[in-house]
C-alpha cells in the first residue's frame, strides 16, 4: 500500500485532540509501513516498539 492511499473517518470528539493528523473533511490518511516496502524504516519502528 502506498502512502496516504486511503482515509478514514475521525470520530467528533477526536477531532479537537488530534488536530495535526485531521483533514479539512474531518477524516485521516494513515501512512503504513512494512518490512518489504520500507526495511530500514520498519526495523527502526519495530525496535522502538519493543523498548516502549
Known sequence: ???MTITADVKKEMVEKIPAVVHVDN???????NQDNNPIVYNILNEYNKIT
Do not use: K, L, V
Open 27 to 33: 477524516t485521516a490518511r494513515p501512512q503504513t509501513i
Open 1 to 3: 500500500m502506498n502512502y
